[in-house]
């Protein structure tokens, strides 16, 4: 038959493709020649595949009817435990895309021991994520240093208009309720206890 | 009576046109789904999404008929109707028991082919009117596909019209419930000797479908939807409404020409007048899944790889399997 024939001499990446080892009969015939016995093979194999794929379960769920449950440490969102928050403003500057926005404002608290200075403790008054701007870089939460921020696997928070993706500390912190626990420390090695 | 007979055949095709369109417009969704381990439609109609079809034909009668400006608005109106007419008419042809047909004629298969061939004529008509350059593309290639394939097409029938001796599918079908292999007293319909013949049939079908890997009229990645680019509403509904139709007409034909259509084994000819239809589309549901296998499993051909395919391959392949044909006809007799 029109073995020299080749399918494939249009393209100019043709005739660098490596030569499958397929016997050495086929020297005449080029790989890129559909008559190659490694193309016809292939051609059977495609079929196999999807009468396969066709024939086992698919791989899809019905979302609204069936819910996955994800991976336990996915990036669904980020959630924020208000009390470890000290308004550092780091998470805020670190935003590539500038979407959390922080207030706060300093109060003065009784001193510790007796006759030392009162302390300045910082308070959060707002603390929101614009979830439209986000985009689950993470960098807040590597930043953040006293583990006021968490990914949580928690994903469906769709809204129906873009402005009312701004979610505030509330929200967040219910979904800093659904992060993972923490593994249990190794053995011999100790919790810093709480001040 | 004549004409009360008349007006049961046109309206039994005028409702089996679209009712096989949407019957195998929603296998080819829901095997090709699966194929690709998906699910296809779950919600239309509860039940596994039965009723999608249904809503998507309502969806596209609501939709507003628009015809661009520069359109050749006459040409550009009627080439739906070309397209769905050639496969209306290639429906007449279809034989489904010795006595349920609309049409008995000595060259049936002859008409068949010509009337196929119409389809190509509204391809190049909606190409050429839409003033669109992917529609024009889309529709010269398509002319050029349909062209191609046109030939193996022609000459595989060549082979099994040979083999039955008469070109009547009612002949064809009897011939084939009367064929021996080889004298050994097995009836096996002419997929077995003529398997040359059926494999170039069904590539020239799926060919003559623009059906993957021969879907360049289409090639949706890159002539966004080659000659339908500029259709909508119900004009659409009928490329699509061909599209699946021709699907199961062409099973049809493939199936009455090579797996021996309304008749099957140790059935008596009395019996077939009723199971007949029932044979037949079991025929049918086996070649159309072939079909959709086919399309869900090969890439698009690039266009030069399409053509040299069709005249280096196919069409000597035919005239190969033409000679075996009178070759082992001869011998035989």
Redesign the interface.
Known sequence: ??QA?D?EQ?APGAESEPHEGTGASNKTLKYGS?AHPARIKG?FT??W???R??L?R???V?YPHVKETPHPRARGVIGLQEENCTVCMLCARECPDWCIYIEGHQEKRPPRHEGGKPRQVNILNRFDIDYALCMYCGICVDVCPFDALHWSPEYEYSELGISDLLHDKDRLGEWDSTKPKLPAYEAGSTMKAPK | MDWVALLIKILVIAVLVPVSAMITGFAFLK?L???????GP?EAGRFHGWAQLLADGLKFIQKEDIIPTNADRWVFALAPGVVLMSVVLVFITIPFSPVLEVVNLDSQIFVFLAVSSIGAIGVLMAGWSSANKYSLIGGFRAAGQLIAYELPLVLAVVGVVMQAGTMSLQGIVSAQSQFELFGTGIVVPYFVPQILGFVIFIVACQAELAQAPFDMPFAESELVSGFATEYSGFRYLFFFMAEFASNFALAAIAATLFLGGYWIPFVSPEMLKYIGPFVLAVKIALLVFIFL??R???PRL?E??LQ??AW??LI?LSLVNIALTGVFKVVTV
């Open positions: 038959m029109t024939q399918l249009g559909p051609l495609g079929l595949v999807t009468l794929t066709m086992s698919s791989q899809v019905q | 095997i789904a699966h194929m690709q381990s998906r699910l779950m296998w086919l869900s499993t090969y690039r030069d790889q040299r395919f280096m391959y000597p």
